[in-house]
């Protein structure tokens, strides 16, 4: 059993930043990759980003140069730094950790999810 612990989510305005955290501790031998997926309001839940524990990384297109996703494998953390935010990023952000293998990422471990909203 892998655990995440989300932090960093919360209110800004449009134009602005926010960094979200996710340490993952507990059976993580296994796990190969860590990502972000969002759901919004009254959507489906989307992939935001993934990054291998080589690094290597993947974007949803329509987030690509607004959003980095970065890892500290050393303290087995993923960050999510979001600039540019928009009302429409509005949704609850949730981590996870799995297993990567090119070109599909099999999220088997999920966070409580962390509520990021953006106001006009």
């Known amino acids: 059993q892998v655990q995440l612990v989300e932090s960093g989510g919360g209110s800004v305005q449009a134009g602005g930043s926010l960094r979200l955290s996710c340490a993952a501790s507990?059976?993580?031998?296994?796990?190969?990759?860590m990502g972000w997926y969002r759901q919004a309001p009254g959507k489906q839940r989307e992939l935001v980003a993934r990054i291998t524990s080589g690094g290597s990384t993947n974007y949803a297109d329509s987030l690509k140069g607004r959003f980095t996703i970065s890892r500290d494998n050393a303290k087995n953390t993923v960050y999510l730094q979001m600039n540019s935010l928009k009302p429409e990023d509005t949704a609850v952000y949730y981590c996870t950790a799995g297993y990567y293998r090119g070109p599909y990422y099999y999220p088997d471990n999920w966070g409580q999810g962390t509520q990021v909203t953006v106001s006009s």
């Open positions: 507990g059976s993580i031998l296994g796990i190969n990759a």
